[in-house]
């Protein structure tokens, strides 16, 4: 009968070991990454320099994180006005960072940028690894961030980025402190 217990008591444990270690490994994959949470850090080559670059580059800054390819053609639509936004608030502590999750070499997401006119820091990552990260649904994706790393603003699809509500947006982040 003991025998029988022991081997009733180390099973359970076993299986409430297995389910802890489960939860663990599984629970931060099943959160959302959303307008709230803390933005996920990311690795990518930042195209201008050919250095690693990530979103801890950015720390203390408001950033536009767009995440997009150069076969997307909502993507080529949306890139002007990230440019103008850009340019309108180049003096301030804000950033575009667009990365491209093209699997092709570099050289075809500068020559992409290159043909738009493309100032902002552009990103590239052909592991895709930041649409996991990101939990995107496809690409243009976009998240507003705060100097403080949280998502204030999700937008998939492409949008008018230098709009208004776009840019007094942005303002009102750089503002707080």
């Known amino acids: 009968m003991a ?11 076993l ?10 490994r599984v ?6 990454v959303g307008v709230g949470s803390n933005a996920p850090s990311f690795d990518a080559v930042n195209l201008r320099t050919g250095h690693p670059s990530g979103l801890a580059d950015y720390r203390g800054r408001v950033i536009l994180l767009n995440i997009w390819a150069t076969w ?10 990230l440019e103008r936004l850009s340019r309108i608030l ?5 950033r575009v960072v667009a990365v491209s999750v093209d699997v092709s070499d570099s ?10 006119g493309v100032t902002f820091d552009l990103l590239h990552d052909p592991t895709r690894r930041i649409e996991q990260r990101y939990q995107t649904t496809g690409v243009p994706e976009t998240f507003v ?8 603003k999700k937008v998939i699809g492409a949008v008018s980025w230098d709009s208004p509500v776009n840019e007094n947006l942005v303002r009102r982040l750089l503002n707080e402190p």
């Open 72 to 81: 997307c053609q909502p993507c080529r639509v949306e890139m002007p006005a």
């Open 145 to 152: 961030i705060d100097r403080h790393g949280v998502i204030v």
């Open 15 to 24: 299986a409430a070991l297995f389910v802890t270690a489960l939860v663990i």
């Open 90 to 94: 180049r003096d301030t502590d804000f």
């Open 107 to 116: 050289a075809t997401v500068s020559a992409f940028a290159r043909d738009l």
């Open 27 to 32: 629970l931060p994959e099943m959160r959302l």
């Open 3 to 13: 025998r029988r217990q022991w081997t009733l008591v180390t099973g359970l444990v």
